[in-house]
């Protein structure tokens, strides 16, 4: 088998001949980003072939001639022949380093929505037990006499002991002359023992809420005994190297070994993230005895290593909306194995369990005649409608470009983020301020709003969000046929080349505007009523909570409403998911509402390519939807 180095790692692998290069690079531990999910279309896992010999012919088209003259290929079209290799692989911009860590999300919701201390009944618990000791003549074992002592405190329902518990039993009621603290599961009218540990411990319990998104994943510690969050820490999904969005990480899935990939990458990232709030938080994650995941139906389905191949396919089917119990030990998840993982259940192949926890934190779950709105942007375009009366949700692809995905110099909002511009309307410079004050190192997607609604307000770009080339400025530059916008010169730039932003990136995010504002509006178009007639729209993910409304209300991302109708909620996601693992009750109106909500498929409804492509321009073809536009000139 001919042997692979890549550089500048020096890392070397031996494969078969006629393995994909990217396979190669994965196999070896080696990062080549591939965001269409390496289907040969996006043109970003490009690498150079520095020694040795590969049929270059498959990546023309996509790379020019000269590219791959030069020894330029793509790795995802890529295969290997007989001989050796030396590849050099680029650097991987715009995720090294960029560590969010959050506070208590609580703060951004009306504190009515909230558990009540009432409501705080997580779903695991800790009660201290006197267990008495063995008698030589009464004919109990030591689970008959743990079992008696459980139930004669909480009721004569069934008691469960795994196998891992069960051999340590004997050790734990002798250890304290029956003193032991039992960590217990109430459910189904079943008691599940998941731990047993001599002495009194019914001071610490923990749990996890946990919110995987197609681009970022969160973890929050919670003591479950106060309902205090301790700690939260987020970082990228390790899956965006293999694809972007949902569709791209559902074409790399499709072969086995790379749904086995995806799996992986993705408990990697949760347990790197449990291991830092547990260690910040100074718990032992064998004390993290429960949690609560949400996240997108797709997400869901890698983290526990189903195959999502047929989310995508006509009738649109998922293996499961409803989650079982699972265990800590069965997903992969670092915290005591014996665990009960709590899935937030799913509504639509592309409406998710960030959904359902999501709504938690809204009116819409509450017996309210009012009309309102809940909006998640992200990577996926997420909404529902509704009140006490109807719920009706969907789903869009908006892509990743909010998040700072498939945009040139595009980041998260971490530190040398740009994220504010306004635009000079005479000389068309930029004025910025980036996160953490530092030299830029690209723009967030709050940047990019903002950006984009200045040079609209100035007259820099047109409705179809074209540049002015016609005025000249020293931030546009006419590269062929495109035109690009200098936020940073090279001086200026915390990286190595300036940090811009292109015409082709306008159009990417003009295209996801439009997207979730289509489905906006076709989604009252089906209630029969205007966005007038809605009381109040709430904007969930982590991007909602750094958008400028204006901003946003300029490019028409978000209806021309009252400014007093928006509420910000920021990662709705984590703190459903927060609200499920300390309240049962809470559990029960989750499911609840997921029983009550009505999926609308889009890719079914002709009419929302007309709402589509009315909305790609800035901010929308109709004028009238947008009053406020025509204030707005320079």
Request: with cysteine.
């Amino acid at each position: 088998m001919p042997l692979i180095t890549f550089q500048p790692s020096y890392k070397t692998i031996e494969v078969p001949s006629g393995t994909e290069l990217l396979t190669a690079a994965r196999l070896a531990g080696v990062e080549v980003d591939a965001p269409c999910g390496g289907k040969g279309t996006c043109g970003k896992c490009v690498v150079r072939i520095t020694a040795g010999q590969v049929d270059a012919s498959s990546s023309l088209g996509v790379l020019t001639q000269a590219a791959v003259a030069g020894g330029e290929v793509l790795a995802c079209r890529t295969h290997i022949g007989t001989a050796p290799l030396s590849v050099a692989i680029p650097a991987v911009d715009g995720r090294e380093g960029l560590r969010i860590t959050g506070g208590d999300e609580t703060a951004l919701v009306r504190g009515e929505l909230l558990p009540r201390p009432a409501e705080y009944e997580p779903l695991a618990f800790r009660w201290r037990l006197h267990v008495p000791p063995a008698q030589l003549d009464d004919g109990l074992s030591d689970l008959d006499r743990l079992t008696r002592s459980i139930q004669r405190e909480w009721g004569q329902n069934p008691v469960f002991l795994p196998l891992s518990v069960l051999r340590t039993l004997a050790s734990a009621l002798r250890a304290r002359q029956g003193e032991l603290t039992a960590t217990m599961i109430r459910a189904d009218q079943e008691i599940h023992v998941i731990h047993l540990e001599p002495g009194n411990h019914v001071a610490r319990l923990y749990g996890i809420a946990v919110d995987i998104g197609t681009t970022t994943i969160a973890v929050q510690l919670v003591d479950l005994t106060t309902s205090t969050i301790l700690q939260t820490r987020s970082d990228y999904n390790e899956q965006v190297a293999c694809g972007l969005d949902v569709i791209s990480r559902i074409n790399y899935a499709r072969r086995p070994e790379r749904l086995a990939e995806l799996n992986t990458r993705v408990l990697r990232t949760v347990n790197r993230l449990v291991l830092e709030v547990a260690a910040a938080g100074q718990v032992a994650p064998h004390e993290i005895c429960n949690a609560v995941i949400s996240g997108n139906t797709t997400m869901l389905h890698l983290l526990l290593g189903l195959p999502p191949e047929q989310i995508r396919l006509e009738p649109y089917v998922p293996t499961l909306f409803y989650t079982p119990y699972l265990t800590a030990a069965e997903i992969g998840i670092q915290i005591h194995p014996e665990s009960w993982i709590y899935c937030s259940p799913c509504v639509g192949s592309y409406v998710g369990g960030d959904i359902t926890a999501g709504l938690l934190c809204t009116d819409l779950v509450t017996e309210t005649e009012e009309i309102n709105l809940f909006i998640d942007i992200g990577t996926n375009g997420e909404l529902v409608l509704g009140n006490r009366d109807f719920l009706m949700t969907c789903a869009c692809s908006a892509g990743p470009a909010f998040e700072g995905g498939g945009i040139e110099c595009g980041m998260r909002a971490a530190s040398g983020a740009i994220e504010r511009v306004t635009v000079d309307p005479v000389t068309g410079l930029p004025l910025y301020a980036t996160v953490g004050h530092t030299k830029p190192t690209g723009i967030c997607g709050s940047g990019i709003i903002a950006l984009l609604a200045d040079l609209l307000r100035t007259g820099w770009i047109d409705p179809s969000g074209k540049l002015d080339r016609a005025r000249p400025s020293p931030a546009i530059q006419v590269q062929g046929r495109h035109a690009v916008y200098i936020l940073a010169p090279l001086a200026e730039s915390g990286r190595d080349r300036p940090i811009l932003i292109s015409e082709l990136d306008i159009e990417n995010i003009i295209r996801a505007k439009a997207a979730i504002y289509a489905a906006c509006a076709l989604l009252l178009q089906h209630a029969g009523i205007t966005f007038q007639e809605l009381a109040h729209v709430y904007i969930g993910g982590g991007f909602g909570r750094y958008l400028d409304l204006e901003k946003a209300i300029i490019i028409g991302l978000l209806p021309d409403l009252p400014r007093e109708k928006f509420h910000y909620i920021g990662n709705s996601s984590l703190l459903g998911s927060y609200m499920v693992l300390i309240s049962q009750e809470y559990r029960r109106r989750q499911i609840a509402i997921t029983r009550r909500m009505t999926y609308l498929d889009l890719s079914a409804e002709p009419a929302y390519m007309e709402q589509y492509t009315a909305a790609l321009f800035l901010p929308h073809t109709d004028l009238k939807l947008f009053p406020s536009a025509h204030t707005i000139k320079a």
